[in-house]
């Protein structure tokens, strides 16, 4: 089973890196596109830290407001066709 390190794990050590080694050694266009690329990987990191429990309560929402349990992805269509079709408001 191949599960560790997962990628959250891995992402701290490679931007450090990046910030500390590769960056001091750049500069002009290179140094830009470094920092576009270490703000990627940032918000990768955030999302992957960030969206269990985004997740989580989203469903949790979902399912409150739809009345009845599903996947995150299942709800969030219902939510989006029922909205579509004028059977749910803002009121």
């Known amino acids: 089973m191949q ?8 992402l701290p050590p490679i931007l450090a890196f990046l910030r500390a080694d590769v960056m001091p050694k750049l500069s002009g266009r ?16 955030r999302q992957l830290e960030l969206a269990p429990a985004s997740d989580a309560a989203e ?3 979902l399912t409150a407001l739809l ?6 992805e299942a709800l969030n269509a219902e ?3 029922r909205i579509a079709a004028g059977d749910l408001t803002l009121e």
């Open 67 to 72: 009345g009845h349990e599903g996947t995150l």
């Open 3 to 10: 599960d560790q390190p997962n990628p959250a794990e891995l």
């Open 59 to 61: 469903l949790s929402r």
């Open 79 to 81: 939510l989006a066709e």
């Open 30 to 45: 290179d140094l830009y596109q470094l920092r576009v690329a270490i703000n990627a990987l940032d918000l990768v990191r």
